[in-house]
């Protein structure tokens, strides 16, 4: 691996740094100490700083050396890269008992959103003390990734308006993948995330009489098999898609057969056409499923993210600058993607770029005395960021920016 020293040097302080925001996790929308911390640092490098992007979002801005020079002119020098770290903990009560614990009950950064501020930190850190390029860097720090579109947010206030940037880029530290190794996903890489809940109306009756009534029960079962259907039968087999009911809702005693029942879950899909064709056969599935037997039956389907698509010429830069820091051996371009779902897509929707995965550890090395036991996976009640990937993910988002903003 080719870490660049002052990076590997400073490894400590960006440490201490990530250990304090792990200690002092926010829910979305509400980071305001973090952004704060955030905004604090980077105008201590004397980096411009724009605030309350999106609510919490933090703005960076770093130009290079090279943005006023004359041989700038008319070349590629102009452009602008995005650089984007979401924020936001989640509302798990942290199982670990290492010193940089949470100290709020019922929040942690179970996703290692702390990891990926430290990394964009310690390149801001590296690219405002040698700005070594010619353009712009717009350092995106965003709220609300779990669950609460907060790459939206930032748009609808203006994000690419008022920082407008060539090419976009994210990375998310990978439990799984070893350490150091880069991840990039071709075409899509995560999924298009949909919830949906469906109420059954029957009729209420003594369970020894189910004559005498609507069983709302039977429906929600003829329906919650119907619907996998969708998946085995009728979309194309080579398009992907999972379909899960996570939730069955109905009753309350032994013999009584209630009036409702209601099911929820997920639907996830790397395609907006398969995302329709699994809401409109839903639809006729539920309505049809309850007409059958004399009850009645509402779907309500809600798309939360768009499925996260990279572009593909900035997933091969990112894929080559990846062989460069990490060596060959170390990235992955086939990297399989995932059913979760990742807001960085409103972004990616906008501007080309890649969202990007890198390991955090297959062997949970990194763990040490009081970090809980169990599988250390995202969202985890005993997952951690592991700290040895600041100097990696700093090392290739420097490399990323100078690639990616040369003359050459
Ligand atoms: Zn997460
Ligand atoms: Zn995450």
């Given amino acids: 691996?080719?870490?660049?020293?002052?990076?590997?040097?400073?490894?400590?302080?960006?440490?201490?740094?990530?250990?304090?925001?792990?200690?002092?996790?926010?829910?979305?929308?509400?980071?305001?100490?973090?952004?704060?911390?955030?905004?604090?640092?980077?105008?201590?490098?004397?980096?411009?700083?724009?605030r309350g992007i999106g609510g919490t979002g933090v703005v960076g801005v770093i130009r290079g050396g090279g943005a006023d020079a004359p041989q700038a002119v008319g070349t590629i020098a102009g452009r602008t890269i995005g650089l984007r770290a979401d924020m936001d903990a989640l509302p798990i009560h942290e199982a670990n008992e290492f010193a940089h614990r949470s100290t709020h009950a019922g929040r942690m950064h179970a996703c290692g959103h702390d990891g990926h501020i430290a990394m964009l930190l310690a390149a801001a850190r590296h690219l405002a003390q040698a700005p070594n390029f010619f353009g712009t860097v717009v350092l995106i720090f965003q709220p609300a990734e779990e669950g609460g579109a907060g790459a939206q947010r930032m748009l609808d206030d203006g994000l690419f308006e008022r920082f407008p940037c060539d090419a976009v880029f994210a990375i998310h530290n990978w439990p799984g993948l070893a350490v150091g190794t880069l991840g990039v996903a071709n075409g899509p890489a995560m999924a298009a995330t949909s919830e949906f809940e469906i109420c059954i109306q029957g009729r209420g009756a003594h369970a020894a009489m189910p004559d005498l009534g609507v069983d709302p029960i039977f429906v929600a079962v003829q329906i919650a098999q119907g619907l996998q259907a969708l998946v085995t039968r009728v979309k194309r087999p080579m398009d992907r898609a999972v379909l899960s009911i996570t939730m069955i809702h109905a009753g309350e005693a032994t013999n009584i057969i209630p009036d409702t029942a209601t099911i929820s879950g997920t639907v996830r899909t790397f395609d907006d056409a398969v995302t329709d064709l699994m809401e409109q056969g839903m639809r006729r599935i539920v309505q049809a499923t309850a007409q059958a037997h004399e009850a009645q039956a509402q779907l309500r389907f809600e798309r939360s993210y768009p499925p996260t698509v990279n572009h593909e010429r900035e997933a091969q830069l990112a894929a080559t600058v990846g062989e460069e820091v990490l060596g060959p051996e170390n990235v992955r371009r086939d990297m399989e993607p995932t059913m979760g779902g990742e807001d960085f897509s409103f972004l990616l929707r906008q501007c080309p770029g890649a969202y990007l995965f890198l390991g955090n550890g297959t062997t949970g090395s990194h763990r040490s005395a009081g970090h809980g036991m169990g599988p250390c996976t995202l969202h985890n009640a005993s997952y951690d960021f592991n700290d040895d990937l600041i100097p990696i993910g700093a090392s290739y988002w420097v490399r990323l920016v100078e690639r990616y903003l040369s003359d050459a």
């Fill in 1 to 50: 691996m080719r870490l660049l020293e002052d990076i590997v040097a400073a490894k400590p302080h960006i440490q201490s740094i990530r250990r304090d925001l792990h200690a002092h996790p926010e829910l979305r929308f509400a980071e305001h100490r973090t952004s704060e911390v955030i905004a604090t640092i980077l105008k201590g490098w004397g980096v411009e700083v724009h």
